[in-house]
């Protein structure tokens, strides 16, 4: 399926622009994370969570606030509490910080007493769970993670964030030049920067789907990065006498069909997760979201711009554009021949 024929938009010119816009983006972002942070899901921080299912409309959050303070001191105002799923549902979720050692029996019974505070304030009666056909309010879930395993989840995620990004460096300077390594790994870490900001600034929690997401976004960005490299490579040899700023060109144009195509694809599934995922995936689905549409930013703009600006301090072998090539000395600096004596 051909989109564009013979394209030639000048992506190159806008590069610097690019990288403008990216670092404006990129502040932003890290002056929103500084003030406000990014909120923490329960694998990361750790504490309790219970879903509860009300039998009408759920009363609002102030009022639920309030019954865990009266039997939790403090614990209203550091929960995190919101509706959960579909509107009719008639769901809330209920996320209590875990406060002092990490124990199973004490991580259970911050549990039990969320469900306790809300049957003594007179949210309830709630049942201790969700069975089918139930018509009373009741507890349709709960998730409980200590600040131990949160912790090592913490490092076990940046973990398998570094060694993707430096297993990327290597495979494309193995395959292509160093330029071209440096280039993809600089337009991955902005992918994850670009997306951390959105993060940030939609107030999404970090969990264990948003960085499932973002290392699929690793993947992605790179894959629609070396199709464009790979290119340039091929356009090389045969644009030997062209500046790196054309052949570039050139190679963003002739895979620009194919980037739309699999960006668009990319983002029919994601949107489709993003509506009707549910509450789980909604995370997940952002992510993604914001991924794609950065990856296939970056690869055409800012990869592409890191190689050109590489370049330019490094002379590229077998550029003959600037070089000219020696042709016969002229008749009139030849030395002339010497008589013979006779």
Known sequence: MQIFHNPNYDFVRWRYHALVLSWIVILAGLVTIWQRGIPKGVEF??????????????????????????????SGQNSIINTYGDANLHQVMIRVPIVGEESGTNLSKTADAVVVALNKSGLGPIEEACKPGMAASCVAGREIVGPIVGKQLTRQGTLATVLALAGILLYVAFRFQWSFAVGAVVATVHDLLVT????????????LNVIAALLTITGYS????????????????????????HVVNVAVNQTLG?????????LISVLALFFFGGEVLHGFAFTMLVGVI?????????????????????????????????????????????????
Do not use: C, H
């Open 45 to 74: 921080s750790g504490g309790s969570i219970v879903i509860v299912k009300f039998n009408q409309e759920p009363p609002d959050s102030q009022r639920i606030r309030a019954a865990l303070d009266a039997a939790m001191p403090g």
């Open 196 to 207: 951390f900001a959105f993060l940030a600034f939609f107030r999404y929690d970090l969990s």
């Open 222 to 245: 790179v894959n629609d990065t070396i199709v464009i490299f790979d290119r340039v490579r091929e356009n090389l040899r045969g644009m030997r006498r062209d500046n790196i700023d």
């Open 258 to 266: 194919r980037t739309v195509l699999t960006a668009g694809t990319t």
């Open 294 to 342: 950065v990856g296939t930013y970056s690869s055409v703009f800012i990869a592409a711009a890191i190689v050109i600006i590489w370049q330019g301090f490094v002379k590229r072998p077998g550029r003959l554009a600037t070089t000219p090539a020696p042709g016969p000395t002229p008749a009139k600096a030849r030395r002339p021949a010497r008589r013979r004596a006779s």
